[in-house]
């Protein structure tokens, strides 16, 4: 069974501009979750996608967005990019949506903010 | 909030030495407790998961056991290998998942032949 695929797998932006970031889960999961992860603040929870549904959100400023398909396939969006926003940007594809299933993580998106 | 602490290392030790990674965490509810291991330039491979209080994960030769009284979930493995060199994390879920998995900052481990 394919694992989760993330796309593209490194980005070059400049502040201001916007980008797309693409999350492939794996076959049968309906559970997309995104992580940001730096060397500064580590690993931390972005948003959850549910069917279709964001049913949970970390601590990100509203320039942080995402949406899911029915095919479960998952998009994060950052608005007006800041270079902090430079980051490895993780996403994680589950069974069900309750936590104690596991999550399964893709490769990352690195993106690099000029 | 949840949170997770571990020792951030480097950690190095000599290959076929005993290996413990200390993580303790804390949680207002009763949380499903993991580690993962992240290879340079990748993303994060499940390592081993518990559940509930006394579970012993295992896989790979490493284990962990949830210990509820002492709010800890080390990592242990008995004869570390050159292909152990990795960034491990120990993280958690509580709350069904509302708050996503919390880590900890990852412990760099490095095996020297």
């Known amino acids: 069974k394919a694992g989760v695929t993330q796309t593209p797998r490194y980005l070059i932006k400049t502040r201001g501009q916007q980008v797309t970031l693409s999350c492939s889960p794996i076959?049968?999961?309906?559970?997309v979750s995104w992580y940001q992860q730096t060397p500064g603040q580590g690993l931390q929870f972005l948003f959850e996608?549910?069917?279709?549904?964001?049913?949970n959100k970390g601590n990100f400023p509203g320039r942080f967005s995402g949406r899911q398909f029915s095919n479960s396939r998952s998009e994060m969006n950052v608005s007006t990019l800041e270079l902090g926003d430079s980051a490895l940007y993780l996403c994680?594809?589950?069974?069900?949506?309750?936590?104690?299933?596991?999550?399964?993580f893709g490769p990352g998106t690195r993106l690099l903010v000029l | 909030g949840d949170s997770v602490t571990q020792m951030e290392g480097p950690v190095t030790l000599s290959e076929e030495a005993f290996l413990t990674i200390n993580c303790t965490y804390t949680?207002?509810?009763?949380?499903?407790l993991f580690w993962y291991v992240q290879y340079p330039g990748e993303g994060l491979q499940l390592l081993l998961k518990?559940?509930?209080?006394?579970d012993k994960g295992s896989n790979k030769g490493f284990e962990a056991t949830y210990r509820k009284e002492t709010t800890s979930f080390h990592l242990e493995k008995g004869s570390v290998q050159v292909s152990d060199s990795a960034v491990y994390f120990c993280?958690?879920?509580?709350?069904?998942?509302?708050?996503?998995?919390?880590f900890g900052k990852g412990t760099h481990l490095i095996i020297q032949p």
């Open positions: 994680a594809s589950s069974w069900r949506d309750r936590g104690r299933e596991t999550q399964y």
């Open positions: 076959s049968g999961h309906r559970s």
């Open positions: 996608y549910f069917s279709e549904t964001q049913r």
């Open positions: 949680a207002t509810g009763y949380p499903s």
């Open positions: 518990a559940t509930k209080a006394d």
């Open positions: 993280a958690l879920s509580d709350r069904g998942g509302a708050d996503g998995l919390t």
